[in-house]
């Protein structure tokens, strides 16, 4: 039984190819972190060994994979297919006698821990997943809400279906990956009551330029799906570290206020969850006290320390006892990738023209073409490449589109959003959170998105002119005086800090 399933407490960074990359850092943190003042909810997972006993012991194995073999990898036609076909052959069996027996003892110690009736978040964690060269994370399902063993057994179930998702399907053909080799753990851990009180990311580094002398914290009301879906624009706070190390007493050198419109929660009607919207005020609020923010972001530091790079990590706040608590870390891989890059090109619009919309512009890049206005993944046909998609949001389903695109300009979602993740993996420009793209921009009008004037992205009417120009960093030499970094934060009136690195 025991090789079916290990406690957070017997897992660690080594454990990779056991529990995936999500659970072992989990279980890394909370062996070794907790120590140190960094609250990780406990709970467990469920190995790559349960995962082949399951297909195994129900004899789907070589069903799976005769499906996938079939599969169509020059232009995918049959994918939906094949994908579909895979996961009905999992769904329509059940999980092994021993296995629902070893789920069933590690959900008895967490009630036992937390005395009664609990709620479980349910997470799938490829074993290929969240390494340095297979960070991208979304590609299998996560359930929230799971209460008592029948619905825990069943999410568990769903979990194992989703690493056949067609994004995930295809984003192994993408990287190389033998669908005969990644398996799946679950980690099955106690869940923090975020919708009664706030959730977010932290960055150890700024995403958007690689500054590693900040810590970024975003945060939102409510579950974190929204803040990772990026469908609601967040509160932004940058941390600088050398403040923060030195015991500064304000350290918080920026914030910007997100429009946090929607805040997920509970359905109490039954299990899942639903989105309601948030009252004005609330909106009108940040989401976390300074000393909040501070406490993140001094743990954020520990964990970078520990794992000794740069990190990627999600938090959540219970709103029944007002603890934070760090739910995921992973590795940022972007922009601490970019560390050794010595050439940089810079970009310049030579006459601005009619604005259509703004938004957080990334990307510092410049772009024009017609405007694809999608609803949707299905409707991928429509966008040519060198267009630019414009659209409500994304998530991991547009992947193979946003691969075409020029550009990508949102209505909903900040730094931390899929479109925003994405941009900066495949290098090109975007504009999130522009909140009416898709009502002021016409499907097919000729536009151009520029991310190279500051925080802010603009969208203008037409095909404007600019200037591409290579910079040689070799070329250089070292400059007189220290670099500066100069951050204003107009919501503390008009404050500038200007800080040595």
Known sequence: MKNYIRHFSEIDINDVPTVGGKNASLGEMFQKLTSKGVQIPDGFATTAE???????????QEEIFGLLAKLNTTDFSNLKEIGASVRKAILDTELPKDLKDAIEEGYDALSKKYKGDISLAVRSSATAEDLPTASFAGQQDSYLNVKGIDELVDACKRCYASLFNDRAIKYREDNNFDHTKVALSIGIQMMVRSDLAASGVNFTLDPDTGFDQVVMVSSIYGLGENIVQGSINPDD????????KNGIEQPIVSRRLGSKEKTMVYDTSGSGTINLDTPMEKQEQYVLTDAEVVKLAQWSLIIEDHYKRPMDIE?????????????????????????????????????KGKEL???????????????????????????????????????????????????????????TSHAAIVAREVGAAAIVGSNNATEVIKDGQE???????????????????WNETEVDLTTLGKPKTQPMLILADPDQGIQIFVLSF
């Not at 938004?359 to 510092?364: H, K, P, T, V």
């Not at 694809?372 to 389903?397: C, F, H």
């Open 50 to 60: 349960a995962y082949w006993h399951f297909l195994q012991e129900v004899h789907i």
């Open 357 to 415: 919309t703004h938004g957080m512009g990334l990307g510092n890049k410049i772009a024009s073409g017609k405007a694809r206005i999608l609803l949707s993944p299905a409707e991928s046909d429509k966008l040519q490449r060198g267009e630019i998609l414009v659209t409500e949001r994304t998530n991991p389903d547009w992947d193979p589109i946003l691969k075409k695109a020029a550009g990508i300009v949102t209505n909903q979602g900040g730094r």
């Open 447 to 465: 536009i151009t998105i520029s991310c190279a004037e500051g925080d802010t992205g603009v969208v203008y009417d037409g095909l404007l002119e």
């Open 315 to 351: 938090w959540a706040k219970d709103g029944q006892t007002n603890e934070l608590f760090i739910v995921q870390a992973r590795p940022e891989t972007v922009q601490s990738a970019k560390t050794n890059k010595l050439k940089i090109n810079t970009y310049t619009l030579l006459k």
């Open 237 to 244: 706070y940058f941390v600088f570290k050398p403040s923060l």
